[in-house]
């Protein structure tokens, strides 16, 4: 079939490209960032059109895209991330000799991608998942998303442009169509050797339960969202209509539809009802926004439904019609919260709910009921939080990046962030899918024992001409 061939090209690209030098790869990165740059004046066009995004955000999503290239680029010729480690062997050492060892990071192999529909750019063909396996030095067959499959097909195109430019073979980067069953297919292939995936949480563990079943499991990098709640202190409310906009703004930003939505705020019990109100105020003066897909919509909107149906909710504001993304906002005590598995699922869209606790005791039974997050944010005064070390060690039991003040739909790309979390956010919670450390997720450690300098590749070699960072007998040297 078309995909096992797709697949065995991918593959028999990777015994080339593994091995190109971290210049090279780098300088490709870079060619990839200059094509889509290039075909801006249509790329961005055609990306609004489909996921009824508007210019500002594309625009923008583009910058970021590109962005993230050039910095995985610079990361890979810089080489630490390679955690090149030597110890120098001792044949005089008593009673067994030592060995030399020498270790570094090499790629897995052939990556199978899945992009999001709610970032068409920086989280799809050329996004994050796919740059850092070809950073790794793997091979990539991205599955396209059939919510823009016009603007995965361009951003395919530029990067065989670039691929054609580097020298390098077609298979470097492949690019597939399909439904369920070819993503079950390319999971399965045994030429896979792991997976990047950006969804929903049906998804996302369906990849990861058929990557476990085969002969040869391979690992699956799911990021599947979160309700990323926001801890509110009195001082953080003490101006309640500025934050309730501040809260709302962020739960509509781009229909609700960023999986580092904060879809619920705890509020302390006296101040609960007058934050709601403020909030619901702003919300019912805030027009309804096309979604991505009529999916997504109808999906939204039942799970209002479902919700309307649970015990114990006030509904401050209730979505205005089914016809677009238009925002909805409940409120309801600690106990219903903790009570109602359902009300920490997420909601993908502009659904908020504010949940009152009466005490920082209650607070922190809450924090420990709940699931793995992206995100968690604390909205409180140094001098709040001096004494609650226990909150703040819960919390980070439970997310992945642990905000103070702020809101988290902004996800900055750079060496430090953190965009993963304790299951069910994501599938591993040892990894990010922004900034790059991502790169490390499809690369293993791999070691030489006692291999003559000739035959070792320049990033262990005794001389270092790479000029790379390195660990030599313990110490961090250059």
């Known amino acids: 079939?078309?995909?096992?061939?797709?697949?065995?090209?991918?593959?028999?690209?990777?015994?080339?490209?593994?091995?190109?030098?971290?210049?090279?790869?780098?300088?490709?990165?870079?060619?990839?960032?200059?094509?889509?740059e290039a075909i801006k004046e249509a790329l961005i066009p055609t990306a609004c059109e489909e996921s009824h995004l508007p210019e500002g955000r594309i625009t923008g999503e583009l910058g970021r895209t590109t962005g993230q290239i050039r910095l995985f680029a610079k990361y890979v010729e810089e080489g630490t991330w390679l955690e090149v480690t030597i110890d120098h062997g001792d044949p005089e050492r008593t009673p067994a000799p030592k060995p030399d060892l020498r270790r570094m990071l090499v790629p897995l192999g052939p990556v199978a991608v899945f992009g999001a529909s709610n970032?068409?750019?920086?989280?799809?063909?050329?996004?994050?998942?796919?740059i850092s396996a070809l950073a790794a030095g793997c091979t990539v067959v991205y599955k396209g998303h059939p919510g823009h499959p016009k603007t995965s097909l361009m951003v395919f195109e530029a990067i065989q442009q670039a691929i054609a430019a580097a020298g390098l073979p077609e298979g470097?980067?492949?690019?597939?169509?399909?439904?369920?069953?070819?993503?079950?297919?390319?999971?399965?292939?045994?030429?896979?050797?792991?997976?990047?995936?950006?969804?929903?949480f049906k998804g996302g563990k369906a990849l990861f339960d058929l990557a476990n079943s085969r002969p040869e499991p391979i690992p699956v990098y799911a990021e599947m969202g979160s309700i990323n709640p926001i801890i509110a202190f009195e001082s953080a409310l003490a101006n309640s209509e500025q934050v309730a906009g501040q809260y709302a703004q962020s739960l509509t930003l781009g229909a609700g539809q960023f999986c580092t939505n904060p879809g619920v705020i705890f509020v302390p019990a006296d101040m609960a009802e007058a934050f709601a109100q403020n909030t619901g105020k702003v919300l019912a003066d805030a027009a309804g926004q096309a979604m991505l897909h009529e999916g997504i919509q109808t999906a939204y909107h039942q799970s209002l439904d479902h919700l309307a149906d649970t015990g114990g909710l006030k509904w401050i504001q209730k979505a205005a019609a089914k016809d677009a993304g238009h925002p909805a906002l409940a409120l309801t005590d600690l106990d219903t919260w903790i009570k109602s598995p359902s009300l920490q699922e997420e909601v993908f869209g502009p659904f908020g709910i504010v949940v009152a606790y009466d005490s920082i005791a209650a607070l922190l039974k809450a924090a420990k009921t709940l699931q793995g997050q992206l995100t968690i944010t604390l909205w409180a005064s140094e001098s709040e939080l001096t004494d609650q070390a226990a909150l703040i060690n819960t919390l980070q039991d439970k997310c992945g990046r642990l905000l103070f003040g702020g809101v988290p739909t902004g996800v900055e790309v750079g060496h430090a962030m953190q965009h993963g979390g304790p299951f069910p956010a994501t599938t591993d919670s040892r990894s990010t899918s922004v900034g790059v450390y991502a790169i490390k997720r499809f690369a293993r450690p791999f070691a030489y024992q006692n291999c003559p300098d000739g035959l070792l590749p320049k990033e262990l070699k005794e001389a270092n001409p790479l000029d790379i960072i390195r660990t030599v007998d313990g110490e961090v040297v250059k």
Do not use: N
């Not at 079939?1 to 697949?7: A, C, G, P, R």
């Not at 780098?26 to 200059?34: H, M």
């Not at 999971?187 to 896979?192: E, L, N």
């Open 119 to 130: 970032f068409p750019l920086a989280f799809s063909t050329a996004g994050g998942d796919s």
């Open 172 to 200: 470097v980067f492949q690019h597939v169509e399909g439904g369920i069953s070819e993503g079950q297919t390319l999971v399965q292939h045994p030429a896979i050797k792991a997976v990047g995936f950006t969804g929903s």
């Open 1 to 36: 079939m078309q995909l096992d061939k797709v697949v065995y090209q991918s593959e028999a690209a990777f015994e080339q490209y593994k091995i190109t030098s971290l210049a090279e790869r780098a300088a490709f990165l870079r060619k990839i960032a200059d094509q889509l």
